[in-house]
């Protein structure tokens, strides 16, 4: 029998009505409701919920008040487009848009909590679209103001994210390779406090 609070079906929704077209699924492994987000998409949410995402050279901002129990994640493509583009698949947007749904739903942004991961080079050479996003998310995050607790960017690897709002905690599963989802030897990787956990299912 599935456990009482999957019963309610009103659960599968987003607390939030503007995210209303994503949908909540059950996590029985992580006894909560999870959520994945797709490249050019972001998320806020108040609820004990996981989001995930998987990333490759895309970059993802994890923000959340850690007193208003609000946050989310975004996932954008590239750092600008050459011509104005009001769309998530860029950074600059795709950061505004985040920060500004935190606020509308009671984060202050004096008391960002802000995690990065992402960036991975994954066709190597000299265009790399991963190094220039993550070249983009810190410049911006100075330029606001804003510092972060905790990263796990570059290196040659996808990854698969999985975020809490309501702890903080972000957990990165480092992928073998762009094509194949078999994964790496679990281990702990020490980033800021721990503040990202390499994993396993």
Request: with cysteine; net charge positive; proline share 3%.
């Amino acid at each position: 029998m599935e456990p009482a609070q999957r019963r309610n079906k009103d659960q599968d929704m987003p607390k939030f009505p503007e995210f209303s077209h994503i949908r909540r699924f059950w996590m029985p492994q992580r006894h909560r409701y999870g959520v994945k987000i797709v490249a050019g998409d972001f998320y806020v949410t108040c609820q004990d919920e996981v989001i995930s995402t998987v990333l490759g050279s895309c970059v993802t901002a994890c923000i959340r008040d850690p007193e208003a129990k609000v946050g989310g994640i975004n996932h954008f493509i590239l750092p600008d487009s050459d011509i104005l583009s009001a769309s998530n698949r860029y950074g600059v947007f795709a950061m505004e848009q985040l920060i500004n749904a935190i606020i509308k739903y009671g984060g202050n942004k004096n008391n960002f909590e802000i995690k990065l991961v992402g960036g991975g080079n994954m066709i190597g050479g000299t265009n790399d679209i991963g190094q220039r996003n993550i070249e983009f998310i810190k410049q911006f995050l100075v330029t606001e103001g804003y510092k972060t607790v905790a990263e796990d960017l570059g290196g040659m690897r996808p990854r698969k994210i999985m975020y809490n709002v309501q702890d903080g905690r972000l957990m990165v599963q480092k992928l073998k390779c762009q094509h194949h989802d078999r994964y790496l030897q679990r281990r702990n990787q020490v980033v800021h406090n721990d503040d990202v956990e390499l994993f396993t299912d």
